[in-house]
């Protein structure tokens, strides 16, 4: 089967994944290199390269002769950024500026053109320099680069970029408009609307300041499967809609030992088949570490493993065996992940590396694994808090897998929503995120309607 053939686009009403996102990525290079705005901006969907197009902007780039800085939000990603820009360059000269107690990943050391140091005065004479944004904030009295690259834009605030502006000319900005607001400390409440708000996204904050900057959009998802793409892009990205790389049947889940028949085993069976699973429990309000959904969450990922569970995909012939490193489970907060690590340890399961993924929805951004478990933010709540109904928490929650997501969830949130809808303070001056938190629950709490096992434990 073609990939992604089964979906309308292109010639003959045929829609070729490889095509429109080598169109999208020749179309975003001509704006960098050869574009004369100060910025650039690529909304990007889970799982369309956006790290890959990072890479390859920065080679192209240097092919033409810039310097160039890198910025990234965390070290991890600009460690992962470094080691795929060395492998795919190995004789680029690379500089990896970081904190004095924030040591560089021992993987960098395999890449003899990479650089480290502490001090940006060491790596003046590298091609390109990465580091967090954070880092680059202490960084002063330098030349202006021509050229910069911002990594996962929209999770930067504004005041993040203000104090690295004067570091760079032009740039082009990278990220995932649906994945979660950026991140502070502090309530934010007293600049609401004003236009240098400082806990803004930093895209966000750049286009009210700059409306005809060139904004381009990778229209494909290599991620997400054809069973998942349609329901996240609809339910997450109404305006920036995506489409999965992939076709129905170019990817499947199989198991080789056959269920028990439990609730458990059932939903395994569903998520198999349709890509989605939804076991849901009797209707209860919980503690926020339910000790019912924990055991269920921790059950199903031991029966995923306990089934001889493998994936088959356009990644080759042969099928791969789906083990713990391959499964995460995403939860709304630190305590139910780490009481999911304990319901884990009770089964025998290892939870951490090299063995099942199991984290917030802040950690897991930007991971990918296979399988996925979720215990829904708002099961066994009595309310619907602002937190809990932060859209680009659930659309983490639901696309970080390449095959298929079970999701726990106690029976009647579709009900809790609609007792609590929204009561944020409507402020002037603020752009409206949408879809909200309301409107992309009930998306998706119907589509997993079709999917649901229900289960008493």
């Known amino acids: 089967m073609t990939r992604g053939g089964d979906q309308a686009g292109g010639p003959g009403g045929r829609f070729d994944p490889g095509a429109e996102a080598a169109a999208a990525t020749a179309a975003i290079l001509d704006s960098t290199l050869h574009g004369t705005a100060r ?14 197009l990072v890479v390859r902007a920065a080679r192209e780039l240097a092919a033409a002769g810039e310097r160039l800085m890198i910025v990234a939000q965390t070290n991890a990603q600009v460690d992962d950024l470094a080691d795929r820009l060395a492998t795919a360059e190995p004789t680029l000269p690379v500089g990896r500026l970081h904190g004095a107690d ?10 003899p053109e990479v650089m480290k140091s502490s001090s940006v005065a060491d790596l003046r004479d590298r091609t390109v320099v990465i580091a967090t944004a954070a880092k680059w904030a202490y960084v002063k009295d330098v030349e202006p680069w021509r050229h910069a690259i911002v990594d996962e834009a929209y999770q930067m605030r504004s005041d993040a970029l203000l104090q690295v502006a004067g ?21 934010a409440e007293q600049w609401a609307g004003l236009s240098w708000d400082p806990s803004a996204s ?19 998802s290599w991620r997400l499967p054809a069973s998942a793409a349609p329901l996240v892009s609809r339910a997450f990205y109404p ?37 989605w699973g939804l076991l849901e429990l009797p209707a209860r309000h919980t503690p926020r570490t339910d000790p019912e959904a924990v055991r269920a969450v921790a059950a199903v990922v031991r029966r995923l493993l306990d089934r001889g569970g493998v994936t088959y995909s356009e990644r080759g012939e042969a099928p ?17 992940a780490a009481a999911v690590r304990g319901a884990l340890a009770e089964l025998g399961v290892r939870a951490g590396p ?32 602002a937190f809990h109904l932060e859209t680009g928490r ?64």
Do not use: M
């Open 239 to 275: 305006y920036t809609p995506f489409r999965s790389g992939t076709g129905h049947g170019d990817r499947r889940l199989a198991f080789g030992v056959p269920g028990d028949g439990g609730g458990p085993d059932r939903v395994v069976d569903e998520a198999a088949e349709s890509g």
């Open 202 to 220: 930093a895209v966000l904050t750049l286009l009210a300041h700059n409306p005809g900057l060139p904004q381009h959009r990778l229209p494909v």
């Open 39 to 52: 910025g650039v901006v690529v909304d990007s969907p889970p799982g369309a390269g956006k790290s890959t």
């Open 102 to 111: 924030s040591p560089p990943d021992p993987v960098l050391d395999r890449h």
């Open 354 to 385: 090299g063995g099942v993924a199991v984290d917030t929805a802040n950690r897991l951004q930007g991971r990918e694994f296979d399988v996925t478990v979720v215990l829904h933010p708002l099961s066994g709540r009595p309310d619907a808090t």
């Open 167 to 187: 570091l760079f000319e032009r740039a082009l900005f990278v990220g995932d408009p649906g994945q979660l607001d950026p991140f502070s400390v502090v309530g």
């Open 394 to 457: 659930l659309c983490v929650l639901a696309s970080r897998h390449r095959h298929a997501c079970i999701v726990v969830c106690r029976a009647g949130v579709a009900d809790l929503l609609d007792e609590h809808p929204s009561s944020e303070p409507v402020r002037l001056g603020v752009t409206v995120k949408f879809p909200d938190g309301w409107e992309a629950n009930h998306a998706v709490l119907a589509h997993l309607a079709e999917h649901r096992v229900s289960w008493r434990p």
């Open 320 to 336: 791969a065996p789906l083990t713990a490193d391959r499964i995460a489970v995403g939860t709304a907060h630190r305590d139910q």
